[in-house]
């Protein structure tokens, strides 16, 4: 295996070989099941479920913050995730290369989106 | 070496698509492709998702506007099976992380496991979607 990942055979679309994005995939799931958790606190608090107390909670730079650190995470979650499809069914390298740029272009649109809600309220 | 390098690599194959009708899914195994397939749904939705955001929390009218998309019927069902995946994959992604610490890692408890995962993610889409269809 290690002998065949050279020059022309060298897989260029393959996943890192390495723990980082195993790792990065469990560690964001944690901070969005501890964001899961958060949201369904303030939801189940008293209180009707209005206009003012939804806008009023994620106006709070501390819950904005929370938040983009839980979708950018999700971005991330999603990337591996997605790779991890395409890497299993797709095998023509370009093929596989397109779809992995179509994804993380899907992704950081999203992530852009993200920010403008966020920081528009 | 060089010898390595010329010959292609043998592609091993255990299962074709044709051959998956006649294929026994076990349960782990149904619970694993669904985790998969919810995961690429909720990708495949996230611009909805941002959208609904995105009216909910802009201004008054726009919420009045998001309240009356999530009341159509349509919208309803698509947000339930939303739901759903996300429910399943957050069930069965917690089996995961358990199996990555080495729980559950024998046939019975993996199998006890992924009917749990199946049953506690249908249940809770059942208690939403009553309370979405407004049983209650």
Known sequence: ?121 | MSESIKTSKRQFRNIRIVDLPRYRFPLGSIVSILHRASGAFIFLMLPLILWLLDRSLTSEISFAYFQGVVSHWFVKLILLVLIWAFLHHLCAGCRHLLMDLHVGLDKEPAKTSAITVLAVSLVLTAVIALKLFGAY
């Not at chain 1, 964001?28 to 107390?53: K, N, Q, R, W």
Request: hydrophobic residues 60%; positive net charge; aromatic residues 18%.
């Open chain 1, 1 to 121: 295996m290690a002998n065949d990942n050279i020059g022309y055979h060298r897989m260029v679309v393959g996943a890192h070989y390495g723990l980082f994005d195993w790792i990065a995939q469990r560690a964001t799931a944690v901070v969005m099941m501890v964001y899961t958790i958060v949201l369904l606190i303030a939801f189940l608090l008293p209180g009707d479920v209005g206009y003012e107390s939804w806008a009023g909670l994620f106006a709070q730079q501390w819950f904005k913050l929370l938040t983009f650190a839980m979708f950018m995470g999700l971005f991330y979650h999603a990337w591996v995730g997605m790779r991890n499809i395409w890497m299993d069914y797709v095998k023509p390298i370009g093929v596989r290369l397109l779809l992995h740029v179509l994804t993380i272009f899907w992704l950081v649109a999203c992530a852009g989106w993200t920010v403008q809600i966020l920081w528009r309220v």
